[in-house]
């Protein structure tokens, strides 16, 4: 359904920001983190990888089929 869920490890995250990214680099949302599972709304976007890039440099690499 292109709805995924990112699991917080660090409550220093909450209330940071998440960057969504699509596989040119090209910035589609930033997410407001606001508890340790964070919901992510994908289905508007084509099939294909994207990246969530977290206030922590932490990367996440997500491909959507």
């Known amino acids: 359904n292109g ?5 917080v490890g660090d409550k ?4 940071t920001t998440a960057r969504v990214f699509d596989e040119a680099g090209k ?19 084509l099939n294909g990888i994207y990246f969530i890039i ?3 440099k932490q990367s996440l690499k ?4």
């Open 27 to 45: 910035l589609l949302q930033t997410i407001r983190i606001t508890a340790t599972a964070q919901s992510v709304n994908l289905s508007n976007y």
């Open 12 to 15: 220093k995250l909450i209330g």
């Open 62 to 65: 997500i491909i959507k089929q």
């Open 54 to 56: 977290l206030d922590n």
């Open 3 to 7: 709805i995924i869920t990112i699991i």
